[in-house]
């Protein structure tokens, strides 16, 4: 890797998962002894990956991180933030999410203006007045007024589990809808914000450990299956859809070892609300592993110069 390549971490979204992607970071930040905010010029993120972005680029470490989220997730799903049980609202309130998010990042930071935050960033959150999935960044005017807080919760804002954010009479939803991978979108950003060139890009991307297909029993669905058959099933088949074309595309895009793929199929699947001691262990287990497994790659060690 070039002086002149231009480094880019993307962080994919799944909610109580993102503690994969922290321990991953962590454990990067840790074995290199470099932070991620000296070493990346674009931080971007979906959901719970847009969250981990931008305090990154607020100049937190991947291990405060890491700790804060083990400490204050739970509080984030537990029994005081859920709603009592109808079709009609969302599982979740978003008090639980705020106060993390004040916990994480402290009052002044989480209030702040995005403006004020120096590294460029963006986060993805679907624009329900339009239908678009906007890129939020401090690199654009039309959000430097957005706090932290505005911008952390309009990329969150997953559907069934938790209110819709409005911002400025705009309601927004979490980036996942239409980007859970936000990879492409950073591509697509780096050129048209900064005028990088496709080869001149450096892309480390982290998901967030996902279950086997044979987990999700894709395989039970018949050729005529309607709403019984499918349940969730729909959901996890759109995502894990994306997800791979996505990473497809992005390797295709970027020959000669220009983009890392950092993710791990867990041993079970995992709601993005399970919070539960295993959930947690196998998380951090999950993570410590991908360290393990790619921290002496060409690429890990030339992106962290």
């Known amino acids: 890797m070039t002086a002149k390549a231009y480094r880019v971490l993307a962080l994919s979204g799944g909610g109580y998962r993102g503690l994969y992607t922290a321990t991953v970071l962590a454990g990067l930040e840790e074995h290199t002894g470099r932070q991620l905010y000296d070493c990346c010029d674009l931080l971007c993120g979906t959901s719970i990956g847009g969250i981990i972005a931008i305090g990154l680029a607020a100049g937190l470490k991947s291990k405060d991180m890491a700790k804060a989220f083990v400490t204050h997730g739970g509080k984030i799903f537990n029994k005081g933030a859920m709603r009592s049980a109808n079709v009609w609202t969302a599982k979740y309130n978003a008090r639980g999410l705020e106060r993390t998010l004040e916990l994480m990042f402290g009052k002044a930071l989480v209030f702040s203006e995005l403006s004020k935050i120096g590294k460029p960033f963006f986060l993805t959150a679907v624009n329900l007045n339009t239908g678009a999935t906007e890129l939020i960044s401090n690199t654009d005017r039309d959000y430097e007024q957005w706090t932290v807080m505005d911008a952390a919760r309009a990329t969150s804002a ?122 947690t262990k196998m998380l951090i287990k999950a993570g410590n592993n991908s360290v393990n497994q790619h921290m002496q790659t060409p690429f890990i060690q030339s992106f962290f110069i």
């Open 158 to 279: 997953a559907p069934v589990y938790f209110p819709l954010k409005e911002v400025n009479g705009v309601l927004y939803a979490d980036g996942g809808v239409g980007c859970n991978v936000p990879d492409m979108a950073a591509f697509s950003f780096s050129s048209r914000k900064f005028q990088k060139e496709p080869e001149r890009i450096h892309m480390l991307s982290v998901g967030t450990g996902y279950a086997d297909a044979a987990e999700v029993q894709y395989t039970q669905l018949k050729a005529d299956s309607g709403y019984a058959r499918w349940g969730t099933k729909l959901v996890d088949i759109v995502g894990d859809a994306q997800r791979n074309l996505i990473i497809e595309q992005c390797e295709n895009m970027t020959a000669r070892g220009r983009y890392l793929r950092l993710d791990c199929a867990l041993p079970r699947k995992l709601a993005l609300d399970e919070t539960s001691i295993e959930a």
